[in-house]
């Protein structure tokens, strides 16, 4: 029987002089890991590490895995900001050649929630270590970043009255407030997630989970991804929208887990093909 664990590892993240802090889940921890195969996990926007379906997913992963807060969120350090995509890419940066040289890990999948999903993406369209990806999991991504003003009504009375907008959230169950400015939404909106149809390596196969129910991303920026990586050979792309499932998947995470791992079994077994993996629909047709 494997003895799996959890250890809590502080990184240092010199672009911002910060820390950032995650938890390496191994299923091994007495073997060498030179070599060895590793998942990271990335949280959306005001998410964390062990948010929505992250560490549900992270004890359930038949290999190990690392997922962590990004610069200015929950326990990491640093700011953040609506539209700073770049900075995250640093993060997930910094993390890799963190788990390469201090453990010799092999980056061989990326799960990502929203923004997250994003993030890594772009990762892999635009690094070495990307390129060598196996799988990679979009949950709830954006790619129509211009539709963020969609809700920027809300903010325009205190842009217009202070220069800024004070949002109010809860964090790990903790009140916080993060501060948009009006150039934070237009970097967020000019943010290149058409990278993908050019520069996503072809032999990554790709999972698409996205609720039908979604009001913070339109599941048809799902669809788009589907024709992006649908045309890549000889990697997959499969697709699973989720019946009455909002953002967050919201008491429906534990089926985004077993979607995601019933599709990495797939994988291993050789059997992906592109097209809809699951339909996601509560009882029978």
Excluded at 80 to 93: H, M, N, R, T
Excluded at 242 to 260: L, M, P, S, W
Aim: hydrophobic letters at 35%.
């Amino acid at each position: 029987m494997t003895d799996r664990k959890s250890t809590k590892l502080q990184i240092p993240q010199p672009a911002e002089d910060c820390t950032l802090v995650g938890i390496l889940e191994q299923l091994a921890p007495d073997q060498p890991t030179l070599g060895r195969k590793i998942a990271l996990i990335l949280h959306g926007t005001m998410g964390h590490k062990d948010y929505l379906f992250q560490k549900r997913l992270a004890l359930r992963l038949p290999f190990d895995s690392f997922r962590f807060d990004f610069r200015g969120n929950h326990e990491s350090g640093g700011q953040w900001k609506q539209g700073g995509f770049a900075q995250d890419v640093e993060d997930l940066v910094t993390i890799v050649a963190y788990l390469r040289t201090t453990y010799g890990y092999e980056i061989d999948m990326v799960v990502g929630h929203s923004r997250g999903s994003v993030v890594g993406m772009y990762w892999c369209c635009t690094s070495e270590e990307g390129n060598r990806v196996r799988a990679l999991v979009n949950v709830s991504g954006r790619y129509r970043m211009h539709r963020i003003y969609d809700g920027a009504e809300a903010y325009k009375e205190e842009f217009d009255t202070k220069g800024y907008y004070d949002w109010n959230v809860t964090v790990a169950r903790k009140p916080l407030v993060q501060r948009i400015y009006p150039q934070d939404l237009e970097e967020f909106s000019r943010w290149n997630s058409g990278v993908v149809w050019d520069k996503f390596p072809p032999s990554i196969d790709v999972l698409t989970i996205h609720g039908l129910a979604d009001r913070t991303v339109p599941v048809y920026d799902a669809i788009i991804y589907a024709r992006a990586f649908g045309a890549t050979a000889p990697g997959t792309h499969s697709l699973n929208l989720i019946e009455d499932a909002d953002h967050n998947f919201t008491g429906r995470q534990d089926e985004v887990v077993d979607c995601i791992l019933e599709w990495w079994e797939a994988k291993c077994s050789g059997t992906l093909v592109t097209g809809v993996f699951k339909t996601g629909i509560r009882g029978k047709l």
